[in-house]
């Protein structure tokens, strides 16, 4: 009578703790879900942030250094521009090239270290998935 009792006490246990780890492994498995979401959507959100930013260095850097003002007439001549007015805006039109560049690779890091956090989330996934299916 003692063996059947402690044997069924020994199922009984053995039947919630094989509950408790699948519930376990359920709730880690959505907290993966949950990460690779988040990673997904901060990938996406640096993704435009870099193409936004290598829109406004090719715009900026297509963009004619001396851009001198016409007359408004046709009998007016050209002024004749400063030339430290010149070397100033094309200095500051070089220092904007430079941050976007910057800004792209800083970006573009970001955006590789998300990739290599996916797809470490995406092994995570995979063996939980393999270790229930081979229960």
Same mark, same amino acid.
């Given at each position: 009578?003692?063996?059947?009792?402690?044997?069924?006490?020994?199922?009984?246990?053995?039947?919630?703790?094989?509950?408790?780890?699948?519930?376990?492994?359920?709730?880690?498995?959505?907290?993966?879900?949950?990460?690779?979401?988040?990673?997904? %959507?901060?990938?996406?959100?640096?993704?435009?942030?870099?193409?936004?930013?290598?829109?406004?260095?090719?715009?900026?850097?297509?963009?004619?250094?001396?851009?001198? !003002?016409? !007359?408004?007439? !046709?009998?007016?001549?050209?002024?004749? !521009?400063?030339?430290?007015?010149?070397?100033?805006?094309?200095?500051?039109?070089?220092?904007?090239?430079?941050?976007?560049s910057a800004d792209?690779?800083?970006?573009?890091?970001?955006?590789?270290?998300?990739?290599?956090?996916?797809? %470490?989330?995406?092994?995570?996934?995979?063996?939980?998935?393999?270790?229930?299916?081979?229960?």
């Amino acid at each position: 009578m003692k063996t059947i009792l402690v044997f069924l006490v020994l199922t009984f246990t053995t039947a919630v703790l094989a509950d408790a780890e699948k519930s376990a492994e359920q709730a880690q498995l959505k907290q993966l879900e949950t990460a690779l979401e988040r990673v997904h %959507q901060e990938s996406q959100s640096v993704y435009q942030q870099f193409l936004m930013v290598q829109e406004l260095r090719r715009n900026d850097a297509s963009e004619p250094s001396m851009n001198v !003002p016409l !007359p408004s007439t !046709p009998g007016q001549s050209i002024p004749i !521009p400063n030339y430290n007015d010149l070397m100033q805006r094309q200095q500051a039109k070089q220092a904007r090239v430079n941050q976007y560049s910057a800004d792209l690779d800083r970006l573009y890091a970001r955006y590789q270290e998300l990739e290599n956090e996916k797809q %470490q989330i995406l092994e995570q996934m995979d063996l939980l998935k393999n270790k229930k299916a081979d229960e």
